[in-house]
DNA sequence: GTACTTATTAATTGAGCGTTCAGTAAGTAA
DNA sequence: TTACTTACTGAACGCTCAATTAATAAGTAC
């Protein structure tokens, strides 16, 4: 092959990227080796140097900007039109939406690394613990509201969390990334609406 | 160092497995690496091939090992015993009993190898599936009978787990793995009395 | 004491991998 | 056309690390 290529690709950057994002995902940062992103992108090992001086580097970019795509489906649990709904309404909705955050490969990929890499890389923690928290503090605000007016059963924010997440999270380990038997063909809705139904019922109290 | 020392350790092969378990649970299974591990157990590299033919089965030795450690923790929830309690009081030993269980550091080196690994692993991972699913069964059988009864509201046992296991699941991941600042000083008891109270609340209808 | 087995070491090998570097075709500017 | 920059390639370097091998001290059986 010669350098210089005929069709100059317009975003070998791009390219790099996804393809050391793939393989990434799929390796772990160890197993993953610079010839076999290159090929992935559909060069030689060389030019991952050209674009990047590491390959530590080169994991922290294609990490990065995967991250960017999360933040709308974070954001919109934090609109300010669903800070009008009842406790209800208002969590379930937000159980949905997470749900379909982490039904999108992408998330599930991030979740994979983050969960191989993390414990022995805090930076990498950092990226994301920031820019999750940022999203999520809105979504607190709300409930601490409607806790104080006794809508909602009062507890420490950081259990709640725990309490929505823990659910969908489980399901994804155990699913997607462990592949269990048992949990192979459980649809998204099969969790979520019993979740819903059940959280609800002991999250926010009777109707007075 | 000489050959054969002079006060010959009775479990060389023991140690060289608990040395290998901190390793690939600190170090995961790509980064350490055989001096390692030999330096931790007090051997040479080459003591370890003495002992297992290679590194994936010094490995597989380790973790299989540390597995059965596990088998009383989850044993105990499914005792003759437990099964004579009411749904509330059976529940809320359940998931103390699980949170006990997460509590033991060496459950979490556990998780942390298999979140690690066992994506890329499955065989790995049918190993602690085969064990947790034996135990769980039973469990399983005593739910079945109260959901028919009325006592627990019904719903698929995969969903329940989820429900029970997916909170103390995501604590241990956020606070012990990833080491979330918000998660640090979080204590076990300050999560599982408030889920018990309101997955109970959720899961165990009204009395009538 | 001799023969054999067990348990271990020191030294080495060989493969794989991150990284570097000199070279070079294609594009751009004067 | 010349000078320069951009965007790569092919080849090689140096290192790490799993695995092998030959040797050998200590224990055991006879």
Redesign the interface.
Known sequence: MSPRPKNPPPDRRGEILEAAFRVFAE??Y??ATMAEIARAAGVTPAALYYYFPSKADLFRAAVTERRSQLQPALAALASPDARELPPREFLGALLRAMADFLADERTRAVI?I???E???D?SL?AIF?EEV?GNIGAVLGYLEQHMAQGNV?P??P??FL??F???????V??RD???????RD?PNP??VE??A???????VPEKR
Do not use: C, S
Not at 165 to 171: F, H, K
Not at 177 to 183: F, S, T, V
Not at 197 to 203: F, K, P, S, V
């Open positions: 390796k772990g160890r197993a994979r983050l969960l191989a993390g414990p022995r805090p923690v613990q928290y059963r507890m420490d950081r259990v725990l309490f997440q823990g659910p969908l999270l489980a399901m380990i155990f990334l462990l592949r269990l038997g048992p949990y459980l099969a969790l019993p979740l139904e059940t959280i609800l019922a002991g999250l």
